[in-house]
């Protein structure tokens, strides 16, 4: 079982909550158990597990992920131009494994999945979540 999302995002950098759109799908297939990947289909988004309860969270990483990685670099050779969005992502990853128990993701209280956009703002960035059933 395959989906793809297309999402729009509005900022540079941007943390979008993607949980409820992943469990809703996961019960829409009627899946009780196994996993489901996650996976960004951009080098300038990745995927990211973390805490879903304060927004400072997000505001946050986004900030230290610029602190690391600063938008212009007097060395940066890449002709786009967003050598930065391409680091934050191999940083952050472009895919999540999750566990899927009795029809819900497992997940810790407080955390939530995020697509997280290092290029943006863009149109119809894709997000494909596959099941493999237990």
Known sequence: MEKIYHIN???R?????ITM??????RDQ?????????????????????ENADPDVKRDMLMRLDE??????PEDR???GNTAAHLKTSTVGHSQTLIISNGKLVL???QGVYFCEFDGPRKNRKVVVKVVKG
């Not at 950098?13 to 909550?17: A, F, G, V, Y």
């Open 9 to 11: 995002t509005n900022y």
């Open 13 to 17: 950098d941007q943390m979008i909550d």
């Open 21 to 26: 759109m992943i469990e809703d799908w996961i």
């Open 30 to 50: 009627n899946v009780h158990d196994g996993i489901v990947i996650v996976s960004s289909l951009h080098t300038t988004a990745g995927i990211t597990v973390n």
């Open 68 to 73: 690391v990685y600063p938008w212009e670099h």
């Open 78 to 80: 890449h002709a786009e």
């Open 108 to 110: 810790g209280t407080w």
